[in-house]
Nanobody
Framework: QVQPVESGGGSVQPGGSLRLSCTAPGFTSYNCAVQWYRQAAGKQREWVSSINTGGTTSYALSVKGRFTISKDKAEDTVYLQMDSLKPEDTAMYSC?????????????WGQGTQVTVSS
C-alpha cells in the first residue's frame, strides 16, 4: 500500500512561515479527502486542517487565519502553508487519507515531518 509522504518541516523563528507537502500518488484520481494532524511532545494528536473532495477546506480554531490548505491535483499533493508561526505550533505534523478511499481501504498515514518554532 502506498503511504502518503510529508515534507517541508524544519526550524523557524516565531512569526516565520513554512509550507508542508503531503504527496500520495493516486489520491486525486480516487477523489480522496486529505487531513493534517499534529502531535506535540507529551500531548495528544490534534486535527489541524482538512480539504475534501470538492476542495472545501476547514481549520482548527488555533490555526484559522494563519494556515492555508490547498491541493495540486496534477502533482497529487496537498500543501499546508503555515504563516505567523508560534512556539505552540511546534509538533510533528502528519497527513492522513481517511478510508475507505481508493486503494486505502482503512485509510493511511504518513510518517510525519517535524516543525519547530523557537527563537
Amino acid at each position: 500500500q502506498v503511504q502518503p509522504v510529508e515534507s517541508g518541516g524544519g526550524s523557524v523563528q516565531p512569526g516565520g512561515s513554512l509550507r508542508l507537502s503531503c504527496t500520495a500518488p493516486g489520491f486525486t484520481s480516487y477523489n480522496c479527502a486529505v487531513q493534517w494532524y499534529r502531535q506535540a511532545a507529551g500531548k495528544q494528536r490534534e486535527w489541524v486542517s482538512s480539504i475534501n473532495t470538492g476542495g472545501t477546506t476547514s481549520y482548527a480554531l488555533s490555526v484559522k487565519g494563519r494556515f492555508t490548505i490547498s491541493k495540486d491535483k496534477a502533482e497529487d499533493t496537498v500543501y499546508l502553508q503555515m504563516d505567523s508561526l508560534k512556539p505552540e505550533d511546534t509538533a510533528m505534523y502528519s497527513c492522513a487519507i481517511p478510508g475507505p478511499c481508493g486503494i486505502w481501504r482503512r485509510g493511511a498515514w504518513g510518517q510525519g515531518t517535524q516543525v519547530t518554532v523557537s527563537s
